[in-house]
């Protein structure tokens, strides 16, 4: 029931940039948390900024004062706004939900499929 839907991902040069956005729909009660991972070739997934329904938000290092996230709670949506891109930023870029529906009775964790950004000149 509950779907995830990235968009804003593509090609751009070094030093561009880019925002993606991620809406949650369904039968949804609450969302304890959003956030972006990223998984470059041959890497690990790695989490990339989270926000939480508290207004707590962490960032990797590797992407502190360049990425920024943000939250619009009335249409369930997370952005990644992502400045001075580097080519090492190219990977498939991931949404992530922990929240609460009516069927479930629990908080659970949902993903999105994926965006990839690509950076080159």
């Known amino acids: 029931q509950v779907q995830l839907v990235e968009s804003g991902g593509g090609l751009v040069q070094p030093g561009g940039s880019l925002r993606l956005s991620c809406a949650a729909s369904?039968?949804?009660?609450?969302?304890?948390?959003m956030g972006w991972y990223r998984q470059a070739p041959g890497k690990q997934r790695e989490l990339v900024a989270g926000i939480t329904s508290g207004g707590k938000i962490n960032y990797a290092d590797s992407v502190k004062g360049r990425f920024t996230i943000s939250r619009d709670n009335a249409k369930n949506t997370v952005y990644l706004q992502i400045n001075s891109l580097k080519p090492e930023d190219t990977a498939v870029y991931y949404c992530?939900?922990?929240?609460?529906?009516?069927?479930?009775?629990?908080?659970?964790?949902?993903w999105g499929q994926g965006t990839q950004v690509t950076v080159s000149s």
């Open positions: 369904g039968s949804i009660l609450s969302i304890n948390a």
């Open positions: 992530k939900a922990v929240l609460l529906t009516p069927a479930g009775g629990y908080s659970y964790e949902y």
